[in-house]
Nanobody
Framework: QVHLVEPGGGWVQSVGSLRPPCASS????????ITWLRQAPGKEREAVAH????????YNADSVKGRFTISKDNTKNTVNLQMNSLKPEDTDVYYC???????????????????WGQGTQVTVSS
């Protein structure tokens, strides 16, 4: 079983940085593909960054390329999302999700995930 938590959201001014972790109290995250997603009110949850179970492959959405970096820390059993040059339009609730599916591609549908965190609010002021 995997219990995901995202304790590191918060408030930051535009062009600032945040680095929320996705932590697991259950099985090691090295067994899972992990995705950070975000959701604005009234909109669908969208993936912003993926990392493979080994940590060797990552993918970022076009909206965050060059600004966000996803990484795995196996010693702490966390997946971190380094968010730099934040913009007000990055304001959302951010979730991490895990899937045990291991393949050449990353999940394309939200129903492919086995586990979800409860979400953390990120607010960027102008």
């Amino acid at each position: 079983q995997v219990h995901l938590v995202e304790p590191g959201g918060g408030w930051v001014q535009s062009v600032g940085s945040l680095r929320p972790p996705c932590a697991s109290s259950g099985r090691t995250l090295s067994s899972y593909t992990i995705t950070w997603l975000r959701q604005a009110p009234g909109k669908e949850r969208e993936a912003v960054a993926h990392i493979s179970h080994s940590g060797s492959r990552t993918y970022n959405a076009d909206s965050v390329k060059g600004r966000f970096t996803i990484s795995k820390d196996n010693t702490k059993n966390t997946v971190n999302l380094q968010m730099n040059s934040l913009k007000p339009e990055d304001t959302d609730v951010y979730y991490c999700a895990a899937t045990s599916r291991i393949g050449s591609g990353f999940p394309s549908e939200n129903n492919e995930y086995d586990y979800w965190g409860q979400g953390t609010q990120v607010t960027v002021s102008s």
